[in-house]
């Protein structure tokens, strides 16, 4: 699916009034927010249009200013997908999930830590934050193990992904270090395990767990989509655990939006307040979510 680029809204007709007001509206948000953990799961379109990377970068740096401590886990499955293709090398899925090989697993870290990460923190810090790239080997962050994918109709299959990691543990004090240090933490889906072999970890599996970790006050995904639909296509803007059962019992939620809802379920079971889905795809999302009084997307409930 293709979207239109996105264009800066021109507010030159906005009295400054009128801009005053705007801006005081988002006093009991900010109140509310100061000096919670949001993490931010970043991918779909939101990370390969321009003018959509520069409202995210500046959405970033907003919440850190009015103290806000958001955290940003990254995909990168466009771009993976480019570099495997130039390799001659075609990706192949299961559930949601890229079966990786050796080869293929190199091409991930190359991609993830390499040039998605550091693009991130690059434009992070163009837009006034002061952004650091992880993987979850720096401070010893994400230890995981092989994940045995239990099939989704015969939980008694199992499907071999190769090297997709299943997270064991992880241990925050990196991005708390990080963070009460007033930088960005931008962290790649990678983890290790017992022998430092790599691990190609769903980022919304990642940002789910980090979440949790975190005692984060919410969980955002920014993907690219509305939100989570119905077999009619409509927006559904409230998941309950029991509607998302049916949802993945009958094949509603497919492909990626099954680690997706499953990470977006667990985060919110687990503590954190608000888990929500929103659509990447809409200029300044995170800011609409997070400071605005519309509802916007999905929101995952607990019960
Ligand atoms: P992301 O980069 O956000 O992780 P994914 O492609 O992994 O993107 O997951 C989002 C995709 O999940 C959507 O673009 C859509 O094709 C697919 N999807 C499957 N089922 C649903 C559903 N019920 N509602 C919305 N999207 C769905
Ligand atoms: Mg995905």
Known sequence: MTCPTAQPTDLSHVQPRDKAEILAQALPYIRRYHGKTMVIKYGGNAMTDPALQQAFAEDVVLLKLVGINPVVVHGGGPQIETLLQRLGKKGHFIQGMRVTDAET?????WVLAGEVQQDIVGLINQAGGKAVGLTGRDGAMIRAQKLQLSDQQD???KHDVGQVGDIVSIDPSVVKALQDD????????IGFGEK???YNINADVVAAKLATVLQAEKLLMLTNIRGVLDKA???????????????CEDGTISGGMIPKIAGALDAAKSGVNAVHIIDGRVPHALLLEVLG?????TMIKSH
């Not at 007033?182 to 889906?189: D, G, L, M, Y």
């Not at 009084?293 to 997307?297: A, E, H, K, L, V």
């Open 105 to 109: 697993m190199e091409v991930v870290e």
């Open 155 to 157: 939980p008694n299959v």
């Open 182 to 189: 007033q930088f960005i933490p931008v962290v790649s889906p």
């Open 196 to 198: 430092n072999e790599s």
């Open 233 to 247: 296509g409509q927006l559904l803007t409230e998941l309950t655990p029991r509607r998302i059962d049916e949802l």
């Open 293 to 297: 009084d519309q509802p916007f997307g």
